[in-house]
């Protein structure tokens, strides 16, 4: 699991990257971004709702989308909020495919926002 300080918490920070940030569709996720102060660490936010599936289900793909979000961060990724809303489709799709649409949509957006103040 990231540490707190790469995570989405509040509410108000949620609203605030859906509403106003940078969206790209996939066709099992949902990636929406704004960008941070230079230097600041990425934070990752989940939407997981229970059109996904049951608890159990839920929770697989939290998972799965923390997994990815450390790799990120691994990687270098800096100075950007990214909220993931999974969508139903999601619960048949292999973490290998998963990994791949969320690393396309977060280059893509990376790429869109400001490259220059955006390292992943």
């Not at 509410?11 to 949902?30: E, K, L, P, T």
């Amino acid at each position: 699991m990231p540490a707190l300080r790469h995570r989405v918490t509040r509410g108000d920070d949620y609203r605030r990257v859906v509403r106003s940030g940078y969206r790209v569709g996939g066709a099992h996720c949902i990636t929406h971004a704004v960008l941070r102060a230079p230097g600041e660490p990425a934070r990752f936010g989940f939407i997981v709702s229970k059109a996904v599936g049951n608890a159990v289900v839920r929770n697989l793909v939290r998972r799965r989308l923390k997994t990815i979000a450390e790799r990120r961060l691994a990687d270098g990724c800096v100075g950007i909020d990214v909220v993931f809303r999974a969508l139903p489709a999601i619960r048949d799709v292999s973490f290998a495919e998963l990994e791949a649409e969320l690393n396309r949509a977060l280059d893509r957006v990376t790429r869109t926002l400001q490259p220059s103040e955006v390292a992943s």
